[in-house]
């Protein structure tokens, strides 16, 4: 079965420190891999994706970065934090190709991690 | 701006009763699914309607889907206190890379009292 980690599960970080957060998934290989955040209380905003190794796309401009040095492997980086920045973090997973119910139907499921939750001070 | 929205943003039931969801959205779909969020976790995926559908039930869900109203609802029935989380809304859109977008609304919070 597939399984999706998340470290670390909680970070304190001074405005102005570098960031990492590192997602991996198992049981699966060439995922489609997605970072997230989720201010209080809110939805979910898509911040990246990424279709293959080394292949990233941003969704909205921002502090922050994206890298998948492996298939299976998605880092969400920051040079320098901003207050801005605190928040949950979700990485989610899904298959690579669409799945396809009656007609032109596309969908897929994301898979979702237990998040990181990021407080810069 | 937010694709779904969700309605009320919070709702607080006792056990055993039903708790209805509601999500509005604002452009065409392709599918609509149905996330919950235990506090401070992930997100989990519930059910997905697809835009040719009207009703679909799984176990104590039951998600109908009205297109022409670019609304939907959950239904949650014989709620249990473990049915506490909150639940979202994502509308879905296939794209040419073969990634697929969830945009997701704000979130009911569901509070079952025992």
């Known amino acids: 079965s597939q399984t999706i980690h998340q470290w670390p599960a909680t970070l304190v970080q001074p405005v102005g420190s570098p960031l990492s957060l590192e997602c991996t998934v198992e049981?699966?290989?060439?995922?489609?891999l997605y970072w997230y955040r989720q201010a209080a209380g809110r939805g979910l905003q898509l911040l990246f994706y990424?279709?293959?190794?080394?292949?990233i796309s941003s969704e909205v401009p921002q502090n922050l970065s994206a890298s998948r040095p492996q298939d299976r492997q998605f880092i969400l980086s920051s040079k320098k934090l901003l207050l801005s920045d605190s928040g949950f973090y979700l990485c989610?997973?899904?298959?690579?190709?669409?799945?396809?119910?009656?007609?032109?139907?596309?969908?897929?499921?994301?898979?979702f991690g237990p998040g990181t939750r990021l407080t810069v001070l | 701006s937010q694709q779904g929205e969700e309605d009320p943003q919070a709702l607080s039931i006792q056990e055993g009763e039903n708790a209805t969801m509601n999500c509005s959205y604002k452009?065409?779909?392709?599918?609509l699914q149905w996330y919950r969020q235990n506090s401070g976790r992930g997100l989990v995926h519930l059910i997905l309607?697809?835009?040719?559908?009207r009703e679909k039930h799984s176990g104590r869900l039951r998600v109908t889907l009205d297109t022409s109203k670019k609304s939907s609802s959950l239904l949650i029935t014989a709620s249990r206190a473990a049915d506490t989380a909150s639940y979202f809304c994502?509308?879905?859109?296939?794209?040419?890379?073969?990634?697929?977008?969830?945009?997701f609304g704000s979130g009911t919070r569901l509070l079952v009292r025992p």
């Open positions: 049981g699966t290989s060439n995922p489609n």
């Open positions: 994502a509308t879905g859109f296939p794209r040419m890379d073969s990634s697929y977008k969830l945009i």
């Open positions: 990424s279709v293959g190794i080394g292949q």
């Open positions: 452009t065409s779909i392709n599918n």
């Open positions: 309607i697809r835009s040719n559908e």
């Open positions: 989610a997973w899904s298959v690579h190709e669409l799945k396809r119910t009656g007609g032109a139907t596309f969908y897929n499921e994301q898979f």
